[in-house]
């Protein structure tokens, strides 16, 4: 079985020098998260990557597939304790990348929208707001 995929950007970014911006918020032998690129994402928005390269759920192996499961029970906790989340959005297409990854998208109460109208709205945020989203989102795990 082929674990990784030298031109996948998603099989660098679990190498040891793949570290991305900000550092994982968590990492185990199954999955990586880290928060999403400011460009495009709100504070706390957290992106989840296989460590292993396959591109969808019905290619998981059973024990990737029943940690996923457990892994957003655990995220969805944290970032709601931790961000201003009144819920948590999951997104995963895996049309551009074809390594399976997922998105979490932490939705405020005070936002206007709801639904695909909130995650079709453009999305940012200052690398500052960023690590203390993710920083706050780690302690939530960790605790
Ligand atoms: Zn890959």
Same mark, same amino acid.
């Given at each position: ?39 495009t994402s709100r504070?706390g928005t ?9 591109? #969808? ?27 201003d989340a009144e819920r948590v959005h999951l997104v995963?297409?895996? #049309? ?7 998105w979490l998208y932490p939705r405020p109460a005070f936002h206007p929208l709801r639904g695909t109208d909130f995650l079709n709205a453009p999305q940012h945020?200052?690398?500052? #707001? ?14």
């Amino acid at each position: 079985m082929t674990n990784t995929t030298p031109a996948c950007p998603y099989c660098r970014l679990g190498a040891a020098d793949g570290e991305p911006p900000g550092g994982w918020v968590y990492r185990d032998t199954l999955w990586l998260v880290h928060h999403g690129p400011v460009e495009t994402s709100r504070p706390g928005t957290m992106k989840i990557v296989s460590t292993r390269h396959y591109t #969808d759920f019905a290619e998981m192996t059973p024990e990737e597939a029943a940690s996923f499961g457990a892994l957003l029970h655990t995220l969805d906790t944290a970032m709601r304790a931790g961000t201003d989340a009144e819920r948590v959005h999951l997104v995963s297409t895996r #049309d551009r990348v074809q390594h399976f990854h997922a998105w979490l998208y932490p939705r405020p109460a005070f936002h206007p929208l709801r639904g695909t109208d909130f995650l079709n709205a453009p999305q940012h945020s200052q690398a500052a #707001d960023a690590d203390l989203a993710a920083e706050a989102v780690r302690q939530h795990l960790s605790g």
